[in-house]
């Protein structure tokens, strides 16, 4: 194999991966909206003529009941090792659409930055796979190792039916080694391989109290407030360390190791560059935790949406019947998604107010998941962004979710290397999301470099 020629194709055909990548993003395949099914379709489309580009032998969209799985292989030989490389081609809701600097499907390219909605989660770090295989396919009429390809549209909703494909199709899907490219690099000077992602547990609250929005001088007093009522229900499940109130909740939770916690403290986190770029005076969080612990390591409850009464210009005097909030709360090993909503849904119920009626819908969930780092496999992931960034990577964990990868530690029983070559400011799934295009062409070669290392380490690997 002579990686030099696949490394000068990636330079030579730089221009023609990213007018792909814009093609594909022009595809606005938001998963939770039913009206964007045929857009979701049409990106498990692109994708599979991307991975037939990249010289795969077998492409397949496979359908479920909820969107589908692309799944392709190439296989040059069963004693190789295997690559399953996992993806998604879904994306997030465009929305506050007007604070997006160019439109969100509309993908710009300003100061060597892609903007577009799934620039950075995660249409361009898939990318990065299809065309280092390309460039292998193209220049080598091979690839190193055997690769396979799961990339689904579900992720960003809970990746519902990809568990059980997954658990049906072991067998097609067995491999030496899982790569995902869906996280964040520490920092744009510190490249860095992901261990640990957190899970989650996400609930809608609704409280209902009359059978109508009343007159709130007739009515407000003795017609409680379902506002006020979800309000003071919210606020009484953090205490004042920010600690989870809900009963049982830090039962299962998995301490730091002292050495953990060292190894946090030892990379260049700047806490006054993370206020500044978020633009708050100070930070908040659990007592006793640093921040990158509370992110990557510790659970958490959140807010994520609220709406109740009236919300419009001017001022109305209403007394609502309906409060309503989303609420997530992130996971660490070893809490289970299922468990803690039993407990939220306890918890409410003890806590509510006779004057209300309180419900709560489960919405979707994952397992936390973290990997020990003594696989060799890590190594050979590090020497290849090593070669890729010029820079030695840094192990960290993160605090987002990908439901799927607990799934595959425990069902493939191989390890998963979490190659991401996101940045922390890359606005995933908030307004004017960007993906640095120097990431991209070096995520690229790390990609590439990472199959010609595992070529080469096969024995130490397998
Ligand atoms: N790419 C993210 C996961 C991620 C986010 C990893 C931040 C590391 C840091 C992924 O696309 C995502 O957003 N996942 C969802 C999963 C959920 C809907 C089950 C998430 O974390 O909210
Ligand atoms: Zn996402």
């Known amino acids: 194999m002579r990686i030099n020629d696949v490394i000068e194709y990636i330079d030579r055909n730089s221009e023609e991966f990213l007018a792909q990548l814009i093609e594909f993003l022009r595809i606005p395949s938001v998963s939770t909206d039913p009206k964007r099914k045929e857009d979701v379709t049409r990106a498990a489309e692109f994708t599979a003529d991307q991975l037939r580009l990249a010289g795969m032998t077998r492409v397949e969209i496979v359908a479920t009941p909820g969107h589908p799985i692309v799944y392709g292989e190439r296989v040059e030989d069963p004693s190789l090792p295997t690559v399953l490389v996992y993806g998604h081609y879904d994306v997030q809701p465009e929305d506050p659409v007007e604070l997006w600097e160019s439109p969100p ?4 390219v ?32 091979r690839l190193p190792v055997n690769m396979k390809f799961l990339i689904e549209g ?11 494909f997954v658990k049906e199709n072991a067998e097609l899907l067995s491999c030496d080694a899982v790569v995902i490219s869906d996280t964040t690099m520490f920092s744009r000077d510190v490249p860095s ?67 953990e916690r ?39 409850l959140e807010v994520n949406g609220m709406i109740s009464g009236f919300v419009g210009e001017g001022a109305k005097t209403v007394l609502p019947a309906l409060a309503m909030a989303k609420v ?45 780092l003594d696989h060799p496999i890590l190594q050979a992931a590090a020497d290849a962004v090593e070669k890729g960034f010029g820079k030695r990577p840094v192990f960290q964990r993160e605090g987002g979710s990908i439901p799927v990868v607990s799934t595959f530690t425990e069902l493939l029983k191989v390890p998963t290397v979490m190659m991401g070559i996101g940045l922390p400011d890359e606005n995933a799934h ?32 397998e």
């Open 105 to 108: 499907f509309e993908p710009t």
């Open 110 to 141: 300003r100061n060597g930055e892609l903007f577009a909605r799934g620039a950075a989660d995660d249409k361009g770090q898939v990318m990065i796979h299809f065309k280092s295989a390309q460039a292998y396919v193209q220049t080598q009429g």
């Open 154 to 164: 579900e992720e960003e909703i809970g990746s519902d039916h990809l568990d059980r």
């Open 193 to 259: 391989l992901c261990y640990g992602l957190r899970g989650l547990a996400y609930v809608q609250l609704e409280v209902r109290g009359p059978n109508r929005d009343l007159h709130s001088g007739s009515f407000g007093g003795p017609v409680d407030n379902p506002a006020q009522v979800l309000a003071r229900m919210l606020t009484s499940m953090k205490d004042q360390d920010d600690r989870i109130t809900i009963p049982g909740f830090y039962d299962k939770v998995r301490e730091l190791t002292t050495r």
């Open 262 to 300: 060292e190894e946090f403290a030892r990379l260049p986190f700047d806490a006054e560059a993370f206020k500044k770029d978020l633009g708050v005076q100070a930070l908040a969080g659990e007592k006793g935790y640093t921040t990158l612990e509370q992110v990557w390591a510790r659970p958490t």
């Open 328 to 372: 997530s709360m992130r996971l660490v090993p070893d809490q289970n998604p299922k468990e803690i909503e039993d407990l939220f849904v306890d918890y409410v119920r003890r806590i509510a107010p006779q004057t209300v009626e309180v419900a709560v819908t489960p919405m979707h969930g994952g397992r936390p998941w973290v990997a020990s």
């Open 430 to 461: 908030a307004p004017n999301e960007k993906l640095d295009l120097g990431h991209f062409y070096k995520g690229i070669k790390s990609s590439a470099y990472f199959l010609d290392i595992l070529a080469k380490k096969r024995d130490e690997v």
